[in-house]
C-alpha cells in the first residue's frame, strides 16, 4: 500500500479560469480517450510530463492519462488497444497520429517501472504477445489505488499534477503547482528514500532541470550527492534508455553537463567518455542537430561519444605520407567500443554499426575519385552512421570542406540508393520498452 493519506492535506484544485491550460493544446487522440472514458463513467485525468509541458506553454511529448478503470475495461472501451505489462500493466490505444498511453490509478511506492517491469514490458514486446487474456494477478487491488496515491508515487511534484476532463481543473495533491511557478524539482517524499527506492531517479532530476531551466531543490540536490553511488546498480537498459532520451531532447550538452558535474555520470557510464572538451563540442553539434529537425540513429548517437577519441586513433595510426594503418585503427576502435558496448547492453548489431560507420570515415578524408567506391559504401547498412557523424568530423577540423563537398555531390549523384535514408533498429538489445512513435517537439 502507498504512503498514508494523513501525511497529505486535501489537494489543491485550480478551477478552469484559474489555469491557461486550455483543451485545444491536446492532441485531438488524447481528448477522444479523455472523453470515452468520462462518457463510460470513469475519473479521467491527463497526468504526467504532457500537463506540466502544457502549463509552461511548451510542446508535450505525448500524453499519458491516468483512469480508475481497470485495464480489461478500458480494454473494451478501445477496440484498437492492447494491455501491455505484467505487473504493471497499462492499455496503449493506438492511433494512426501514435499511442495514447492509458493506465490504472497506482498505489505502489516503488518505482513504477523497476528494471524487471522494462525488462518484462521488452520482452513482451519482442515476442508480439498479446496480453488482452492473461488472467488478473491477484494482487490488483494492492497495486491500483487511489487519484491522491497515484500522484504521490510519482518522481517529481512538477510530474504530478493532473488535468481533469470532467471540469477542466488542475488537481495538485503534492505542491506541484507552486513548484512549477518557482521553477523547482523536488522529488515527492523524502528524496533519499525515493533515490534508494529507483536510483534512476536522480539521473532524471538533473535532466528535467536542465530541460526546463529549473533549479533542484536544495534536500534533492543533497539526496543526489548522498546516493549518487547507487547508480552504478541500476539497470543497463533503463540507464541507455535516459541516456539515449537525453541525446534526443535537443539540450544533450547541458544534461551530460549536469549529469558530469554531480558525479552521476561516471557512475552509470564508467565506460563512456565526456571528458573532454571535444566530447562536449559534439554534444553541442548533435543539439544544433536535433533542434533543426534532423533526426539521428540511435547508433549514431551513441557514436557521437565516441567520435573524438576514433579521431585521435585515426590520427594517431596514419604516417607522414597519409596512409592509415587500418588494422591497428580497427583494432583500437574496438578496444576503445567493446566495454562500453558491454555494460550498456548494447546488441551486437549496433557495435558493428559503430565500428564499421567510424572507421569509414578514415576512408572518407578524401573526396571520392570513383563512383564505384561511393556506390559500394552507401550500400553498407553502416554507412548511415558515416553519414551522420560526418558532419561532426568536418567540424572538428578531421575532414577537409573540399572532401565535405565531394562526398555531398558524390551522394547527390547516386540518389536514392543512399543508404543514410534507411532506418536502422534501435540500439540496445531488445526493443526500446514502452516507447510509442514520438511527436517531434
Ligand atoms: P517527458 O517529457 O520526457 O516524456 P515525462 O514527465 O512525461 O517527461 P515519462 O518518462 O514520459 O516522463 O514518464 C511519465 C510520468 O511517469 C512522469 O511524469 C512521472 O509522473 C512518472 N514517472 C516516470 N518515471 C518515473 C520514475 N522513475 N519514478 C516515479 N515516477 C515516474
Ligand atoms: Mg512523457
Redesign the pocket.
Given at each position: 500500500m502507498g504512503p498514508p493519506t494523513t501525511e497529505y492535506p486535501s489537494p489543491k484544485v485550480l478551477a478552469r479560469p484559474e489555469h491557461q491550460l486550455s483543451r485545444g493544446s491536446l492532441s485531438a487522440e488524447a481528448l477522444k480517450v479523455l472523453y470515452r472514458l468520462h462518457r463510460s463513467g470513469y475519473a479521467a485525468y491527463l497526468?504526467?510530463?504532457?500537463v506540466?509541458?502544457l502549463l509552461l506553454g511548451n510542446r508535450?511529448?505525448?500524453f499519458?492519462v491516468a483512469t480508475n478503470a481497470r485495464p480489461q475495461e478500458i480494454r473494451r472501451l478501445f477496440r484498437n488497444s492492447r494491455v501491455i505489462g505484467r505487473r504493471f500493466r497499462l492499455v496503449h490505444v493506438f492511433f494512426r497520429a501514435g499511442i495514447i498511453e492509458v493506465a490504472t490509478f497506482r498505489a505502489s511506492p516503488e518505482?513504477?517501472?523497476s528494471p524487471n517491469d522494462w525488462e518484462e514490458a521488452a520482452a513482451e514486446e519482442a515476442e508480439e504477445s498479446t496480453t488482452t487474456d492473461r488472467p488478473q494477478p491477484a494482487t490488483e487491488d494492492v497495486v491500483f489505488g487511489t487519484p491522491a496515491e497515484d500522484a504521490r508515487?510519482?518522481?517529481?511534484t512538477v510530474?504530478?499534477l493532473f488535468y481533469n476532463i470532467a471540469d477542466f481543473s488542475i488537481i495538485d495533491h503534492v505542491g506541484g503547482i507552486e513548484d512549477l511557478e518557482r521553477g523547482l524539482i523536488r522529488t515527492i517524499g523524502d528524496p533519499d528514500q525515493?533515490f534508494i527506492e529507483?536510483p534512476?531517479?536522480m539521473m532524471?532530476a538533473l535532466?528535467?532541470s536542465v530541460?526546463l531551466g529549473f533549479d533542484i531543490d536544495a534536500r534533492t540536490s543533497d539526496a543526489i550527492t548522498a546516493q549518487r553511488d547507487l547508480i552504478a546498480e541500476a539497470s543497463a537498459p533503463r540507464l541507455t534508455y535516459e541516456l539515449l532520451?537525453s541525446l534526443r531532447?535537443g539540450h544533450a550538452a547541458g544534461i551530460h553537463e549536469a549529469w558530469r558535474r554531480s558525479g552521476v555520470f561516471t557512475r552509470a557510464f564508467p565506460d563512456l567518455p565526456i571528458d573532454t572538451d571535444e566530447s562536449m563540442r559534439v554534444l553541442e553539434m548533435v543539439d544544433r542537430e536535433i533542434n533543426s529537425n534532423r533526426e539521428l540513429s540511435d547508433p549514431s548517437l551513441i557514436g557521437s561519444y565516441f567520435l573524438g577519441r576514433f579521431l585521435a586513433i585515426a590520427e594517431e595510426e596514419t604516417s607522414d605520407t597519409g596512409r592509415v594503418d587500418n588494422p591497428q585503427v580497427l583494432g583500437r576502435l574496438r578496444e576503445s567500443l567493446e566495454p562500453a558496448s558491454t555494460s550498456m547492453h548494447l546488441s551486437n548489431q549496433t557495435l558493428h554499426l559503430l565500428h564499421q560507420g567510424l572507421f569509414a570515415l578514415t576512408k572518407m578524408r578524401r573526396p571520392p575519385d570513383r563512383g564505384r567506391q561511393v556506390l559500394k559504401l552507401v550500400r553498407q547498412e553502416y554507412f548511415k552512421v558515416a553519414w551522420e557523424l560526418y558532419g561532426f568530423a568536418v567540424a572538428l577540423g578531421y575532414i577537409s570542406p573540399e572532401a565535405h563537398q565531394g562526398w555531398k555531390r558524390a551522394l547527390r549523384k547516386v540518389g536514392t540508393k543512399d543508404r543514410s535514408d534507411a532506418p536502422l533498429k534501435s540500439a540496445t538489445e531488445r526493443p526500446r520498452p514502452r516507447r510509442r512513435p514520438r511527436r517531434r517537439r
Open positions: 497526468v504526467g510530463g504532457s506540466r509541458d508535450p511529448k505525448d499519458d518505482p513504477p517501472e508515487r510519482r518522481d517529481f510530474n504530478a525515493r529507483d534512476v531517479r532524471r535532466e528535467y530541460r532520451e531532447s
